[in-house]
Every structure is written in structure tokens, then in C-alpha cells.
């Protein structure tokens, strides 16, 4: 079965990331992923430490693999949560939503490896002379925040610009991804959106129904003018939401309308006032699966592609 170096060095057996969705990447989920051997993450999203503390332990409780906690830096308890994360002994960090350039001396000098999420070429090299472990190039296709660059033309430039290990996300959710993220030179992938539908996942059913019956145009990207734009499916609160971006309505009221949103499509699965985060991937997400089926199906998938090139090229 496939590896690459980055399983080493994390203790790992397969080169898959779980992403950190906030309101669904708990320590439930992260401990499936771990025990089929992928790297699951722990949203710390925007609550404080003491949920953290908590997701912590639950995934502790479900497994002794390497697990990772991802911050998102936007967070209004984001230094709470920074100590936190260094107190309770997690050795793996990804980050979101801005720099994590400031907690990076502390992460480091308590053995930590950072692994920052970025969108461009100037922030992993900005990363890798912070300190990082390694990057995690996402392109725009992936669900949730997103940069301007899509993955294709992300994941070769930045591995071509720094020497750490680079992760590629955005747009991967099968052996046909993953092989062509290792052929642009990644160390391996993140997947977000196709552990969404993990039976361990336990994300509101009305968010899993939605993102199995989704085509490869359900998704919309929104918040462009705010300056953080996030893709997600088409609703009613999605359109509203992009509609309201080409008016006269104030950026403090743009912003409050989705104060909010993602947890009530999460956890109350509301389908009208809900947001939900998801990649352009979805519609080859067609059925719900274990972590460890998911994890299986993908590594087996992408030694046939890459044992098998032979058949397309000659």
C-alpha cells in the first residue's frame, strides 16, 4: 500500500489529512480517521479551550494514533486556545484564517509540528521560515474559506517554492485525486468534504442528505466583498447571502447576516438559514461510508491509478 515520507515523520500509515470543519471535525471523527491510519484534526473553531479540552479527551478515549488539533486563527479565544493545545500535549497543529506566526515559537519549543493551511506561494514561504513542519497548498474548489488560486496550479508552485512537505487540498476525493496531487509533488492530501459523509462524522443528517445529492454545480462561493469568501452549497441562505453582497446593505450588517449559519446547518441542520460549507467535490460523494472504508477505498484507488498509468500514457 502507498505511503510517502510525511507518514513517517507524523507515525501515520496513510498520507491522508482529515480537514478541520469547524461545528463537524470532532474528537469522534478525528479518532476514526486515526484509527484507519489517515491524520484526523480536531476543529478548535471559534469556541475556547475548555471545548477543546473536551474534544481532546473524547479522541484520546477512541484511540492512541497521532491526531492533530487545527486553530483557527480568526478566533476570538484563538491565543486561549493556542496554550491550550501546547498544555494538553498535541504534537500536530494546522492552522486556519490568518498567520500563525505569532504562537509558532511556542508551538515549536514544545515540540509541536505546525502545519499551517495557506493559498499561496508567499505564505508557505513565509511559513517555512517560521518554523512549519510542513503546508497544506488548498485551492479553491475545497469547501469552507478559500483563496483565489485552485489547486492545480497551487500544489506545484508552492512545492516548488519551499523544502518542507506539502499537503494538497481542494478538489481531491478519490485514488484519481491523490495520484494526481502526488504527481504534482505533494507529500500527501487533505479531504474535507468526502469525510462529511463518514458514518463517524456526526454532522447533522440533513448536511449529509444535501451533500449526496449534490451535482458538481451545487456549490457558491459568497463573501468575496467582505474579503474572507467561502464556498459552500447552494440554499436559500447562500443565495440570499450572495444577492445582499451587490447592494447598499453595510459590510458590519453583511457580516452579521451569517453570524450563526454554520452551526445551524451543522448541528440543527436548518436548510433554509443554514450555511454549508462544502467542496466543488461533491458530486462524486455519493454514499455514506466509515472513515476506515473511505481511507481504504482511496489508497487502494490510487495504486491502481498510479500502477496503471501505463494504460493512458505511452
Same mark, same amino acid.
Given at each position: 500500500?502507498?505511503?510517502?515520507?510525511?507518514?513517517?515523520?507524523?507515525?501515520?500509515?496513510?498520507?491522508?489529512?482529515?480537514?478541520? =470543519?469547524?461545528?463537524?471535525?470532532?474528537?469522534?471523527?478525528? @479518532?476514526?480517521?486515526?484509527?484507519?491510519?489517515?491524520?484526523?484534526?480536531?476543529?478548535?473553531?471559534?469556541?475556547?479551550?475548555?471545548?477543546?479540552?473536551?474534544? %481532546?479527551?473524547?479522541?484520546?478515549?477512541?484511540?492512541?494514533? *497521532?491526531?492533530?488539533?487545527?486553530?483557527?486563527?480568526?478566533?476570538?479565544?484563538?491565543?486561549?486556545?493556542?496554550?491550550?493545545?501546547?498544555?494538553?500535549?498535541?504534537?500536530?497543529?494546522?492552522?486556519?484564517?490568518?498567520?500563525?506566526?505569532?504562537?509558532?515559537?511556542?508551538?515549536?519549543?514544545?515540540?509541536?509540528?505546525?502545519? *499551517?493551511?495557506?493559498?499561496?506561494?508567499? =505564505?508557505?514561504?513565509?511559513?517555512?521560515?517560521?518554523?512549519?513542519?510542513?503546508?497544506?497548498?488548498?485551492?479553491?474548489?475545497?469547501?469552507?474559506?478559500?483563496?483565489?488560486?485552485?489547486? =492545480?496550479?497551487?500544489?506545484?508552485?508552492?512545492?516548488? @517554492?519551499?523544502?518542507?512537505?506539502?499537503?494538497?487540498?481542494?478538489?481531491?476525493?478519490?485514488?484519481?485525486?491523490?495520484?494526481?496531487?502526488?504527481?504534482?509533488?505533494?507529500?500527501?492530501?487533505? =479531504?474535507?468534504?468526502?469525510?462529511?459523509? @463518514?458514518?463517524?462524522?456526526?454532522?447533522?443528517?440533513?448536511?449529509?442528505?444535501?451533500?449526496?445529492?449534490?451535482?458538481? %454545480?451545487?456549490?457558491?462561493?459568497?463573501?468575496?466583498?467582505?474579503?474572507?469568501?467561502?464556498?459552500?452549497?447552494?440554499?436559500?441562505?447562500?443565495?440570499?447571502?450572495?444577492?445582499?453582497?451587490?447592494?447598499?446593505?453595510?459590510?458590519?450588517?453583511?457580516?452579521?447576516?451569517?453570524?450563526?449559519?454554520?452551526?445551524?446547518?451543522?448541528?440543527?441542520?436548518?436548510?433554509?438559514?443554514?450555511?454549508?460549507?462544502?467542496?466543488?467535490?461533491?458530486?462524486?460523494?455519493?454514499?455514506?461510508?466509515?472513515?476506515?472504508?473511505?481511507?481504504?477505498?482511496?489508497?487502494?484507488?490510487?495504486?491502481?491509478?498510479?500502477?496503471?498509468?501505463? %494504460?493512458?500514457?505511452?
Amino acid at each position: 500500500m502507498i505511503c510517502s515520507p510525511i507518514c513517517e515523520k507524523l507515525g501515520i500509515k496513510y498520507p491522508i489529512f482529515q480537514g478541520g =470543519m469547524a461545528w463537524i471535525a470532532d474528537g469522534k471523527l478525528a @479518532a476514526a480517521v486515526s484509527n484507519a491510519g489517515g491524520l484526523g484534526i480536531i476543529a478548535a473553531m471559534n469556541l475556547n479551550g475548555e471545548y477543546l479540552r473536551e474534544q %481532546i479527551k473524547i479522541a484520546r478515549e477512541l484511540t492512541d494514533k *497521532p491526531f492533530a488539533v487545527n486553530v483557527m486563527l480568526m478566533s476570538p479565544h484563538a491565543e486561549e486556545v493556542a496554550h491550550t493545545v501546547a498544555e494538553e500535549g498535541v504534537k500536530i497543529i494546522t492552522t486556519g484564517a490568518g498567520s500563525p506566526a505569532a504562537f509558532m515559537p511556542m508551538w515549536i519549543e514544545n515540540g509541536i509540528k505546525v502545519i *499551517p493551511v495557506i493559498a499561496s506561494v508567499a =505564505m508557505a514561504k513565509k511559513m517555512e521560515r517560521c518554523g512549519a513542519f510542513a503546508v497544506v497548498a488548498e485551492g479553491g474548489e475545497s469547501g469552507g474559506h478559500v483563496g483565489e488560486i485552485s489547486t =492545480m496550479p497551487l500544489v506545484p508552485q508552492v512545492c516548488d @517554492a519551499v523544502s518542507i512537505p506539502v499537503i494538497a487540498a481542494g478538489g481531491i476525493a478519490d485514488g484519481r485525486g491523490v495520484a494526481a496531487a502526488f504527481m504534482l509533488g505533494a507529500s500527501g492530501v487533505q =479531504m474535507g468534504t468526502r469525510f462529511l459523509v @463518514a458514518k463517524e462524522c456526526g454532522v447533522h443528517e440533513n448536511y449529509k442528505d444535501k451533500v449526496l445529492k449534490a451535482s458538481d %454545480i451545487s456549490t457558491i462561493v459568497t463573501g468575496k466583498r467582505l474579503g474572507h469568501p467561502v464556498r459552500s452549497l447552494k440554499t436559500p441562505f447562500s443565495r440570499g447571502y450572495s444577492r445582499a453582497e451587490y447592494t447598499g446593505i453595510s459590510d458590519d450588517d453583511l457580516e452579521a447576516m451569517g453570524v450563526g449559519a454554520l452551526r445551524l446547518a451543522a448541528v440543527e441542520g436548518d436548510e433554509k438559514k443554514g450555511c454549508f460549507p462544502c467542496g466543488q467535490i461533491a458530486g462524486m460523494v455519493n454514499r455514506e461510508q466509515t472513515a476506515a472504508e473511505i481511507i481504504e477505498e482511496i489508497m487502494e484507488d490510487t495504486e491502481k491509478v498510479l500502477s496503471g498509468a501505463k %494504460i493512458w500514457v505511452k
